[in-house]
């Protein structure tokens, strides 16, 4: 299998790249969504603009960054951009992991043959698939590091994803989880924690099984939590909601980088990874879906349960170091935010209780990602 994990001129070692899924919305209309992608693709002052899966979503990719300073320039600037696309055309942005009351039904599927392919091989299963993400890459120069690296991140993913957990509302309901999202997702195939593959021979082997075998055409069919990027050279992370505050990805894209630097340290040390189940994993991860950072998961590899937030307040001080050699530690303040104050889905929460009204959540969600 041809891949990127090599050194190569101007490539920056653990370089990241952010792309956001971000809606489409109708400010007039209590932010409901609108097909419109169509009209707001075009050349971007950096980064890419791009279609997704339906035409109420619009996808923002930055460049490969040295660090999250310039990922937040980039970021910044790209949703400075389509929110300014949107407006000339009466519209605007908003970012959460589900938009609170939309019905996918409602939703057109864009016109690309890789989503009308799609809808064909998974019909209801890729059309409810109405969800927001936020995807992480980091750059890896050599092959089995890249797999020790996405191996290690798996008992990160509950982590990651209960500070991201932004979609507490699905279909007009709450629903009793902070990540949706999350659920939604697990009816596709080929996602959730992956297996430890433990080498990059035998991950090239199971993958091109899989192609051979006409279940998938790229490796891009596989839409695990963490997976390896043979095409870019990276290690995507992709089991956080989308963020409504820009200072939230970039302190996610922070602390993501960092364990990636971590756990490629320890590949380099010849450290080997402890050998967890994957159904506490699996377990931990329903548990951060559930109940965000206010809830308790397995301090892994013991069996104790602890409070998440304590969790996730000693993975940050054990990888600021991380951070701050690699020119991203004033992001991690984001980190603290979310644990002082609470998760977009907090945030959601909150601002619903006070009068039950889910336009208002969009009306505040829709300024948060738009003015920051």
């Given at each position: ?114 989503y009308r392919d799609l809808v064909r091989e998974l019909r209801f299963v890729a059309r409810q698939e109405l969800l ?63 297996t430890a593959y433990g080498s990059w021979d035998r991950y090239e082997r199971e993958t091109e099984f899989m192609i ?60 080997p990874l402890g050998d967890v189940p994957w159904q506490i994993l699996d377990e931990n991860k329903y548990l951060a ?84």
């Amino acid at each position: 299998m041809e891949h990127g994990f090599r050194a190569a001129p101007g490539r920056t070692p653990f370089s990241i790249g952010v792309e956001e899924e971000l809606m489409i919305v109708d400010p007039d209309d209590g932010h409901a969504l609108v097909n419109a992608i169509e009209r707001l693709l075009g050349e971007a002052p950096v980064g890419e603009v791009k279609a997704e899966l339906m035409e109420s979503v619009l996808e923002i990719a930055t460049e490969p960054c040295h660090n999250t300073v310039d990922a937040g320039e980039q970021l910044r600037s790209l949703r400075k951009h389509v929110a300014g696309r949107a407006a000339e055309h009466g519209l605007s942005i908003a970012s959460a992991g589900t938009h609170p009351y939309a019905r996918w039904e409602d939703q057109r599927i864009a016109a690309r043959d890789r989503y009308r392919d799609l809808v064909r091989e998974l019909r209801f299963v890729a059309r409810q698939e109405l969800l927001f993400g936020l995807h992480v890459h980091v750059g890896i120069d050599d092959p089995d590091q890249a797999i020790h690296v996405a191996d290690g991140m798996r008992v990160h993913l509950p982590i990651l994803l209960a500070l991201s957990a932004n979609s507490p509302f699905w279909r007009g309901d709450r629903t009793g989880l902070m990540s949706t999202r999350t659920s939604i997702f697990r009816a596709f195939p080929r996602v959730g924690v992956p297996t430890a593959y433990g080498s990059w021979d035998r991950y090239e082997r199971e993958t091109e099984f899989m192609i051979r075998s006409g279940v998938m055409s790229d490796p891009t069919y596989v839409w695990h939590d963490v997976r390896p990027h043979p095409t870019f050279g990276t290690v995507e992370i992709r089991v956080c909601d989308g963020q409504t505050r820009v200072e939230h990805t970039l302190a996610l894209a922070a602390l993501i980088q960092a364990m990636v630097h971590e756990l490629a340290s320890h590949h380099d040390d010849g450290t080997p990874l402890g050998d967890v189940p994957w159904q506490i994993l699996d377990e931990n991860k329903y548990l951060a879906a559930i109940h965000g950072l206010d809830g308790e998961l397995v301090d892994l590899p013991s069996s104790d349960r602890v409070r998440t937030k304590d969790l996730a307040r000693r993975l940050l001080d054990r990888l600021r170091p991380h951070a701050q050699e690699l020119g991203s530690e004033n992001e991690l303040e984001g980190i603290t935010d979310l644990l002082e104050r609470g998760t977009g889905g907090d945030r959601q929460v909150l601002v619903y209780d006070a009068n039950k009204d889910l336009r208002e959540v969009m009306a505040e969600m829709s300024a948060l990602t738009v003015e920051g």
